[in-house]
T-cell receptor
Framework: AQSVTQLGSHVSVSEGALVLLRCNYSSSVPPYLFWYVQYPNQGLQLLLKYTSAATLVKGINGFEAEFKKSETSFHLTKPSAHMSDAAEYFCAVSETGGFKTIFGAGTRLFVKA | DGGITQSPKYLFRKEGQNVTLSCEQNLNHDAMYWYRQDPGQGLRLIYYSQIVNDFQKGDIAEGYSVSREKKESFPLTVTSAQKNPTAFYLC?????????????FGDGTRLSIL
């Protein structure tokens, strides 16, 4: 069965520091992987998606993620955090041939001035 | 602009009452979904529909019901059988033709008990 594990329910960084949000997945077939961002009292917005075309995926707002099959990981990074990056981030996986997407529990990012 | 509209943004339910959450999309998507979000638990799938007049239970369907009479609309009813309905409810849609396409979300409805 598919599953997604996000390591760390809360991550705190200083403004200008590297952002690293961790995601590991479990899937029996090549997965489609996504990162979404959620601001307070809003729905989720797509940051980026992996669909096997390239292992390093660039998204919006300066975020990128690298697919590592050997580690079953899809960690999200941003070189320099901005105050506006404070939000909750969700990693998600969907399998080929299925219409369901499994979401991780989310990681809340705090950015300190 | 195309998108998903959820209404109302805030909803209050009395004991023993059924309430219905609205979800409308103009993205021409075939598939629609309802999720429940509780703090620290991520998103849990309540119901999903891949086509008009057809829907399937998700992981936590008990106490909820849906209908899909039109492609654009996928209302969710929270029945009195749902004993802990206080949560943030998110509706989403996606094209079912391309499985690698992401889901598009509405801005949610926050349901509370009076």
């Amino acid at each position: 069965a598919q599953s997604v594990t996000q390591l760390g329910s809360h991550v705190s960084v200083s403004e200008g520091a590297l952002v690293l949000l961790r995601c590991n997945y479990s899937s029996s077939v090549p997965p489609y992987l996504f990162w979404y961002v959620q601001y307070p009292n809003q729905g989720l917005q797509l940051l980026l998606k992996y669909t096997s075309a390239a292992t390093l995926v660039k998204g919006i707002n300066g975020f990128e993620a690298e697919f590592k099959k050997s580690e079953t990981s899809f960690h999200l990074t941003k070189p320099s955090a901005h105050m506006s990056d404070a939000a909750e981030y969700f990693c998600a996986v969907s399998e080929t041939g299925g219409f369901k997407t499994i979401f991780g529990a989310g990681t809340r990012l705090f950015v300190k001035a | 602009d195309g998108g998903i509209t959820q209404s109302p943004k805030y909803l209050f339910r009395k004991e023993g009452q059924n309430v219905t959450l609205s979800c409308e999309q103009n993205l021409n998507h075939d598939a629609m979904y309802w999720y429940r979000q509780d703090p620290g638990q991520g998103l849990r799938l309540i119901y999903y529909s891949q086509i008009v007049n057809d829907f399937q239970k998700g992981d936590i369907a008990e106490g909820y019901s849906v209908s899909r009479e039109k492609k654009e609309s996928f209302p969710l009813t929270v029945t009195s059988a749902q004993k802990n309905p206080t949560a943030f409810y998110l509706c989403a849609s996606s094209t079912s033709r391309d499985i690698n396409q992401p889901q598009h979300f509405g801005d949610g409805t926050r349901l509370s008990i009076l």
